[in-house]
């Protein structure tokens, strides 16, 4: 491994005993749940298993502390804390997304003309049973046709008319760069004219790579790399307007949305741990690592605009995960929905210290296994 879990002490964790962790035990809960009621969750390479996984979230439910002294108490009792500590000896890192809030409108009109899609019935999921000969290894999506699986159109190709005619929009934005960024976080709030607001949340992906178009920025000098950000690229869009399709065409990557209620405002959108986002709590992890559900304590001196001025120490739950978002000390932080949490997510790029509580059968296995 390129890494390795070094035994940790609570107390010896850069605010731990100022955090308050309450906003996840309800979280807990719902993963809880949807572990035993509908499917457990995938182990990850590092081996923690939903059945270790469900002693902690038992307990959770069982014994239900309230505030914030308890809740810690109650994570000291039932976890051990380990650092990740990267073979290379480089920090972990965080970035944040959010769920951006975007005007529409059901039908377009000269202003509103720029959709965002459903899946396409066509759009086929691919893996090693399937892959055809000479296809990408990394894409996991490809075009049905009758004479077999091929590479789906790419973003450009998309936004000039191939799926024009199928009935696929679910509503439309005035902006083409408000959708882009909604693709980019993964999913959105739409906020019709009549003040109702609809959810869209991934429903699959063109299949090619993700390519940052603030790197491609950063390449042809027009951004400098110590400054980039989601507000500084919008800026530069804004400022360039003839150059926007061929910016954002760099990315191939197209996302597809389904449509989702709005249950409770205050939570977001279910991602792929299956169970609602909580601002502030919900972390993006390599799923191919670490198992959805599990807790994880972040600490970042450099991070401060969060919480007005104090550097970030949270605990939080492993609840997503991202093409982006690769290693064992690499995390996204779920900022929240709208426009202040866009504000607040668009300027995270920070190195972090990663600690990760293991429910204690788990932790000793782990420890005996070392040896």
């Known amino acids: 491994m390129d890494y390795r879990l070094v035994l940790a002490r609570f107390s010896a964790i850069p605010g731990w005993d100022e955090d308050d962790p309450t906003a996840l035990m309800a979280a807990m809960r719902r993963c809880r749940d949807h572990i035993r009621d509908v499917k457990p969750y995938k182990t990850g390479s590092l081996g923690i298993t939903a059945g270790e996984l469900l002693s902690l979230l038992d ?5 239900d502390p309230q505030g914030a002294d ?45 959709p965002f899609y459903r899946r396409p019935a066509d759009l086929m999921d691919i893996d090693d049973d399937n892959r055809p000969a000479g296809f990408p290894a990394g894409y996991a999506f490809g075009l049905q046709t009758e004479g077999g699986i091929v590479e789906h159109p790419d973003r450009g190709e998309i936004e000039r008319g191939f799926l024009s005619g199928r009935g696929l929009e679910i509503a439309y934005a005035r902006s083409k760069v408000d959708v882009f960024f909604a693709h980019v976080q993964g999913a959105a709030r739409l906020v019709y004219p009549d003040g109702t607001l609809k959810r869209i949340t991934y429903a699959g992906k063109s299949g090619h790579p993700f390519s940052p178009i603030g790197k491609l920025l950063i390449d042809r000098g027009e951004i400098d790399a110590a400054t980039v ?80 001025g104090k550097p970030f120490r949270r605990l939080m739950l492993a609840l997503d995960t991202g093409t982006a978002i690769v290693g064992p000390a690499r995390g996204d932080i779920f900022t929240g929905s709208g426009d202040a949490a866009g504000a607040l997510a668009g300027h995270v790029r920070n190195p972090a210290t990663f600690h990760i509580l293991l429910p204690r059968a788990a932790a000793e296995r782990y420890l005996h296994a070392e040896g």
């Open 59 to 63: 307990a959770a439910v069982a014994e």
């Open 70 to 114: 308890a809740v810690r108490a109650f994570f000291e009792a039932h976890t051990i804390p380990f650092l990740i500590e990267k073979a290379d000896g480089a920090p972990g890192f965080v970035t944040a997304f959010y769920e951006p809030e975007v005007a529409v409108r059901a039908a377009p009109n000269a202003e509103y003309r720029y």
């Open 229 to 308: 950000s989601m507000a500084s690229i919008r800026d530069w869009l804004a400022r360039h307007e003839g150059e926007v399709d061929a910016v954002l065409w760099h990315n191939r990557s197209f996302i597809f949305f389904k449509e989702a209620v709005v249950d409770d405002i205050d939570l977001g959108p279910i991602a792929a741990a299956k169970v609602p986002l909580v601002a502030g709590r919900s972390l993006a992890v390599d799923r191919m690592i670490h198992t959805f559900g599990l807790p994880f304590f972040i600490s970042s001196d450099s991070l401060t605009h969060m919480d007005g």
